[in-house]
């Protein structure tokens, strides 16, 4: 039984997410369909985590165990023949019969991408959030900062998450404004239910003078969802790389 490794990039618009579920469209469940396609095979492929209806990946990894005997560099190719053009395989790896995507991860970066023009971008709009009111980066950026290390993040979770354990680390965070462009990257050990759009939410609070840097220390001690800010809609967000 072969073990393979795969990187994962998509489109997140029109699909409900990673996960497979019954009658509704998915990333996971469209790639097996294509494997089955290609090897004739049933795979149950495992993904790092799970991203939810509407977010991106640039590089989600996923592994999946097969027989059949396809040579690894034409793994990719096969299956993008089997897909739709908004998800594509990146590469293929054969890999130890132990590797887990899931249970392997050390970690994982995410970037939030925010069009801070006065006007929104009729051809990117579905691949970011426009705000038109002028954010404050260097306000933003001094705030992420209080973001980085080991903390209860129970403010920055959503009540759907199924984790029990709310403490994630988190080991850069980070505002680039690029252009009109405003990217908040969060790389970190694991982030909870839209723990990433609800940080952003918070620092674009932070960006429009809603809330002080001062104020997010006291936001995370409180554990209080009520007290972080909303959670940005799922068109700005990308798993940018997951890491092993």
Not at 139 to 145: D, G, I, S, V, Y
Not at 194 to 201: A, K
């Amino acid at each position: 039984m072969r073990n393979i490794k795969i990187i994962v990039e998509y489109f997140g618009k029109g699909f409900n997410g990673w996960q497979k579920q019954p009658d509704k469209l998915n990333i996971q469940g469209e790639i097996e369909r294509a494997i089955f396609e290609v090897t004739g095979e049933n795979v149950d492929l495992t993904a790092s985590g799970r991203t939810d209806a509407g977010v991106h990946s640039l590089g989600q990894t996923a592994n999946f165990k097969m027989e059949n005997p396809i040579p690894i560099q034409k793994i990719p190719l096969a299956i993008n023949s089997k897909l739709k053009k908004t998800i594509r395989v990146k590469s293929a790896e054969e890999v130890d019969d132990r590797f887990h995507a899931r249970y392997n991860c050390k970690g994982k970066k995410y970037r939030y991408v925010i069009n801070n023009a006065p006007i929104e971008s009729a051809l990117y709009r579905d691949y970011e959030l426009h705000i038109a009111n002028v954010l404050d980066v260097k306000k933003m950026q001094e705030a992420a900062n209080f973001f980085v290390g080991k903390f209860d993040f129970s403010a920055f979770k959503s009540s759907g998450t199924s984790s029990k354990n709310s403490v994630r680390e988190i080991y850069k965070a980070e505002v680039i404004k690029e252009g009109d462009r405003i990217n908040i990257e969060l790389t970190g050990s694991g982030f909870l239910y839209n723990m990433v759009r609800i940080i952003s939410g918070t620092l674009v609070d932070v960006g429009l003078g809603k809330l002080e840097p001062n104020d997010i220390p006291k936001i995370i001690e409180s554990k209080d969802r009520d007290n972080a800010g909303k959670t940005l809609p799922p068109q700005g967000l990308y798993l940018v790389e997951v890491y092993y």
